[in-house]
Structure formats: C-alpha cells, structure tokens
C-alpha cells in the first residue's frame, strides 16, 4: 500500500504526514508527477489562495486526473478540495481541476472570515470515509471560502457559519474535506483511519 502527498509547495505537510503516519498510513511524498505512479492512494492538502494553488498545482493536474479515472483513492483537504470545483470567486480567471462542477465563493457577510476554529458537522449522507462520526462532532476549519456544487448528492457534510458551508464531499473515488482532520483531535485522525482502510482494499 502506497499513499502519497502531493508536495506542491501549497500544503500544511507535515501535519497531515504526522497524523497519516500515526493511523499507519506510512506515507510517502510526491515532489513530481512521475512520483505519483503506483499509489495506491493520493492525498492533496492546500494552505492559501485558490490562484496561487492552482498555479502550483497545474503541473500534478493531467497525472492526478489519470489516477482518478482510474480509480485511485482520492483526498483533498481544505484548499486542496477547493481546487477540485471549476473556479473561485477568490481567483477571477483562474481555472480549477473541475472534478466537481460548481465554483468555490466566499462566506457570506457578516459572520467571522475567515471562520477559525472548532466547528460541529451536519452528516448529510453516511459515507465509508465518514464511519465513526457522528452529527454534532467537531473539526478544525481555517478558510473564508467554501465549495457550492451544482449537485448536492456530492456533499458528504456540511458545518453551519452563516449559510450552510459544505465541510465534506464524496464522489466515487473521492473525498474531501473543508476541515483539517489533521487537526481535528480524535476525530479527524478517525477520517484518516477509514482513509487508510479503504486504500488497503
């Protein structure tokens, strides 16, 4: 079993290696593409702007899509799920991966941006990667973005802060989150556990 971190200069990386590493995940690092070839699981973290990831992240784009055709276990953590929808309102001209139709806006006005802190979920569907968590559990958000998709059976959980803030999606081979299960205590390294199960499938 091999899962690999895509090390695109955007990432809180050594957080979610620690924490991948804990569960018995024994990650590995990918610095370039041709890195990715035989995981069996990939994980892409994010830590900034939706432009300036996507910029770093154009390079990994065609390899990452081949392995999702093909089945690869997918994980994409904060703005590494944010890059996965069309575009950004933070980024106007910016394209993103486009795996999940819809765009990425800003959260609304009047509430704290960017939302820092501990927050509770919403379960909206039961999904594998969501075993072991129950409604009302709490995990660690830092952003002022959030993903909208067009579709909704994608959204896994949502978190409330002033509208209803997609916190996970699901769709086939993927997962991701708003949220940092890194940081998230017990119960986010419980998400990364169910992610490590399913990648020795």
Known sequence: MTIVIVDYGMGNLFSIYNALDHVGGNPRFARDPQDLKGAK???VPGVGAFGSCMAQLSRFSE?????FQ??????GICVGMQVL???????PGAAGLGWISGRV???PAGVMIPQMGWNCLKIKQH?????GISEGDMFY????YYGLPEDDSVVAATTEHGVDVTAAICRDNLFATQFHPEKSGPKGLQILKNFVRAARC
Request: without cysteine.
């Open 41 to 43: 699981a990939i994980v």
């Open 85 to 91: 929808f069309e575009e950004s309102e933070e980024s």
């Open 70 to 75: 093909e089945g690869v276990l997918m994980l």
């Open 63 to 67: 390899s990452l899509l081949q392995h």
């Open 141 to 144: 958000f830092v952003h002022s």
């Open 127 to 131: 999904v594998e990667m969501l075993d």
């Open 105 to 107: 806006v800003r959260l």
